[in-house]
């Protein structure tokens, strides 16, 4: 079945750094490659996300990139700001018997942005 | 506004007692999710549905169980809690797996 591995489970960074997080898939068949934000005491929510098709995928300061080769996908947040304080989780679908897919996610990444 | 919503922010309950998560989404979705999220682990599938009265068993599903009566409606019940089921819980659901998740508040429960 797949696995989802994240890293860092941490980052730090200075206001208008760029930020890096990356993931990695075991199964080479999932196609679909979301990343979710979660703020504190509310539930996720999608910031971007990438098919296979494409090896890149931009909306103002994030991005997404995916390699399928090597079986992974990074987020890239440029010019940080406090409000991209948050938890990051990556997910990608995993087959089970019947054909349906579920979405799993990685372990997260507490994202600090310090002024 | 699409909305996913769960019945409870907080809860206490007592080692033992029958627990029920309640969850409803008004976007006529096929798929809903529950997950439990703990530091370091990440989301964790507990079990998921596909279609009103079917239900799968996620990576973790000892000491829950599911039920779906209705499209809209997603229920987690712990038959009886136990401290190590001490968590946040979260309900999605989704059109299909290869489009946009949506999550509830969540419900922090402690059981004591």
């Known amino acids: 079945g797949e696995n989802v591995e994240q890293h860092p489970s941490t980052l730090s960074v200075q206001e208008g750094d760029s930020a890096v997080i990356k993931c990695t898939y075991s199964?080479?068949?999932?196609?679909?490659f979301p990343w979710y934000k979660q703020e504190l005491g509310k539930g996720p929510q999608l910031i971007i996300d990438i098919r296979s098709n494409v090896g890149e995928k931009k909306d103002q300061r994030i991005a997404v990139t995916l390699n399928k080769t090597a079986k992974h996908f990074s987020l890239h947040i440029t010019e940080t700001q406090p409000e991209d304080s948050a938890v990051y989780f990556c997910a990608a679908p995993r087959e089970f018997s019947g054909g349906y897919n579920k979405l799993i996610f990685g372990a997260g990444t507490r994202l600090a942005v310090h002024p | 506004d699409v909305k996913v919503t769960q019945s409870s922010r907080y809860l206490v309950k007592r080692t033992g007692e029958k627990v029920f998560l309640e969850c409803v989404q008004d976007m006529d979705h096929e798929n809903m999710f529950w997950y439990r999220q703990d530091p370091g682990l990440g989301l964790r599938l507990i079990y998921f549905s596909y279609d009103v009265k079917m239900k799968e068993k996620g990576d973790i599903p000892e000491g829950y169980s599911v039920s779906r009566e209705k499209k809209e409606r997603f229920s987690l019940i712990l038959e009886s809690a136990s401290t190590n089921q001490t968590s946040m819980y979260l309900c999605?659901?989704?059109?299909?797996?290869?489009?946009?998740?949506?999550f509830g508040q969540g419900t922090r429960l402690t059981v004591v």
């Open positions: 199964d080479s068949a999932s196609n679909y």
């Open positions: 999605a659901s989704t059109q299909t797996a290869a489009t946009e998740a949506f």
